[in-house]
């Protein structure tokens, strides 16, 4: 983990497959209010899209909607019982690059969830308060599946961590 703000404890869980990747998501997806950020970090092809349509599904929009977001950067689901905006930073070089796509703008929407993939790359232009969810490949090459490691920035993400882990059964640090 880096040493970014962190409150309450880290909980940890074990997908051993790609559903489980997308049931955790959809798990969140269910929880989740208008306002809520969360940050997806993680290696290339760790699972940060499979979660997304996870909870893209949790919030109640089509899962054939959730596609990673290439030419807009940010993709908007409408149709659930809350907006979803999917970021992808991947491609993104320059802060100068996030104000020209409006990111103060996307990340303050009080109607939308945002989900952010590759958040750690500015992480400094996000909120404190954003709920990280750290997704990693396992240890040996081998072995398939992803170590996932969640922390909260402040108190609203804490308390959607605290009903995430009563209703998934993500174990505490
Ligand atoms: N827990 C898991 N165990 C094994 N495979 C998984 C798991 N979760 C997701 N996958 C698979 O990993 C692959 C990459 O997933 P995905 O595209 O979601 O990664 P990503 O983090 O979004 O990648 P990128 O960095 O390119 O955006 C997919 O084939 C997906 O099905
Ligand atoms: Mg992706």
Redesign the pocket.
Known sequence: MSDVARIGAAIEG?????????AAGEALGRLVEGGDVIA?I????????????GLAVGAGVGAEEVA?PTFALVNEYRGGRVVVLHA?L?RIEQARELDEIGWDDVIGRADAVVVV??ADKFERRLPRDVLRVE?A??DREAA???R?TVTAGGERSQRLLDRWRAVSGLASD
């Open positions: 074990w997908l051993a497959d790609a559903e489980a990747t997308a997806l993680g290696d290339l092809g760790a699972g940060k899209t499979c979660f997304t349509g990673s992808d991947y993939e590759w997704l490949h396992g398939d599946g992803r996932m």
